[in-house]
């Protein structure tokens, strides 16, 4: 089936820095890929929505120059945490989905912790 | 306005017995497909099952099963014969029709333990 992969898996940084995380379609080009943050034991929140080419869609709230997205090729989506914050410690994970209808592909999640 | 609603938030289940997780939703497209996703403590989430909206037949994926019932608005997941391995978060989601694109609108979840 397609893969979705994530980079990297685990991340800790200092307060300030800023961290990038990639999401990779290995076998389907993605026109379109998903950002979600999942804080403990809840349910995933989509942040938002990487479109190739373009720039990207932002779920309400979600600020768009603390979480860059760079959708720079049909398989790559890259979310960047600027400055980060210890409240941006969460759990990050990215979907896709080829081409037609049919399941959402997930990435394996990347867990951010700042110190 | 919640669209995906996961009344269990812990479900527990003795091993080889079946178990149901519930889940309604609520949308007034008559287009929209749902899902369900199992993620273990590693945290990746992992496909399982998907009903959409017009298929005739209740969808099943070897020990998974959805029970879909259109005018209830409600899509549970049977899983049959449970393994330890099954001890879980399990998400119900809906693509959601308003959006025009994939994405999707995911229930709080449900925490499954298989017993031994």
């Known amino acids: 089936g397609a893969v979705v992969s994530q980079h990297p898996s685990r991340v800790i940084c200092k307060s300030g820095t800023s961290v990038k995380i990639e999401c990779r379609s290995l076998?389907?080009?993605?026109?379109?890929m998903f950002w979600y943050r999942q804080f403990p034991k809840k349910s995933l929140m989509l942040m938002a929505t990487?479109?190739?080419?373009?720039?990207?869609?932002?779920e309400q709230g979600v600020e768009k120059d603390k979480f860059l997205i760079n959708h720079a090729s049909l398989t790559l989506s890259t979310l960047t945490v600027t400055s980060a914050h210890p409240e941006d410690s969460s759990f990050y994970i990215c979907?896709?989905?080829?081409?037609?209808?049919?399941?959402?592909?997930f990435g394996e999640g990347s867990r951010l912790t700042v110190l | 306005a919640q669209k995906i609603t996961q009344t269990q938030p812990g479900m527990f289940v003795q091993e080889k017995e079946a178990v149901t997780l519930d889940c309604t939703y609520d949308?007034?497209?008559?287009?929209?497909?749902l899902f369900w996703y199992k993620q273990p403590s590693s945290g990746e989430m992992i496909f399982l099952i998907y009903?959409?909206?017009?298929?005739?037949q209740n969808a099943t994926e070897g020990r998974y099963s959805l029970n879909f019932q259109k005018a209830r608005k409600s899509a549970n997941l049977v899983i049959s014969a449970s393994q330890l391995g099954d001890s879980a978060m399990y998400f119900c989601?809906?693509?959601?029709?308003?959006?025009?694109?994939?994405?999707?609108?995911f229930g709080k979840g449900t925490k499954l333990t298989v017993n031994p």
């Open positions: 979907s896709a989905s080829p081409p037609g209808p049919g399941e959402l592909f």
């Open positions: 076998d389907f080009q993605a026109t379109t």
């Open positions: 990487s479109n190739e080419g373009s720039k990207a869609t932002y």
């Open positions: 949308t007034s497209d008559p287009s929209y497909g």
């Open positions: 009903q959409g909206s017009y298929d005739q």
């Open positions: 989601a809906m693509r959601d029709p308003q959006g025009g694109s994939e994405k999707l609108v």
